[in-house]
């Protein structure tokens, strides 16, 4: 959940797919659908309110448009779907299914509170799904296998993997991403070389 849901899924670190293995598919998506629609959305300044609005209505009107998308190609609504009415720029917390790997939503970012389900039958197929993108610059992986683990990290075409956790964000540790996310690191030991100038000397004995 706070992968996804952290600042209303308007982040870069938000997990944008999930990609779940075939033999728990059914009860991680209905669980996640009871935790999504658990979520109650209003005003930030209301009490008891989970979720705010989105920051624009181009913001809404992107998000509905992925979901749509997603619908038009074959996915399912299990939880959500709809924009909220009435005024603010509010979206329910959905959960799709069965979603196509040709779906915007399965390929562009979300920023937005939508959690698309893709199944998986292989580790392979699964790292295959994962690395489908132009983007890299974070996946979470979970599993109860350290050799699985270690193996898929090195596999993901991302710069930052958060294993078993679903935030990596730390000051202390390099920040930044590969492919269409980024080049270079931010914060920790590599992000101070950017402040520095390396000094070679070529040594005749």
Known sequence: MIAKMRNIGEACTAANRFLVADPVADEFTD?????MSAQRVG??????????PLVEHA?????HGLVTDALERGAGVVTGGEPIAGPGYFYPPTVLTD???????????IFGPVAPVTRFSDEEEAVSLANGTEYGLVAYVYTQDVTRAVRVSEALETGMVGLNRGMV???AAPFGGVKESGL????????IDEFLETKYVAVGL
Not at 43 to 52: A, M, P, S, Y
Not at 184 to 191: A, K, L, N, T, Y
């Open 31 to 35: 669980r996640l659908a009871e935790r």
């Open 43 to 52: 005003r930030g300044t209301d009490e008891g309110v989970d979720l705010g």
């Open 59 to 63: 913001a809404r009107e992107k998000v």
């Open 99 to 109: 979603v196509p790997a040709d779906a915007r939503v399965a390929r562009e970012e």
């Open 169 to 171: 964000s730390n000051p």
């Open 184 to 191: 270079g690191r931010e914060g920790g030991r590599v992000g």
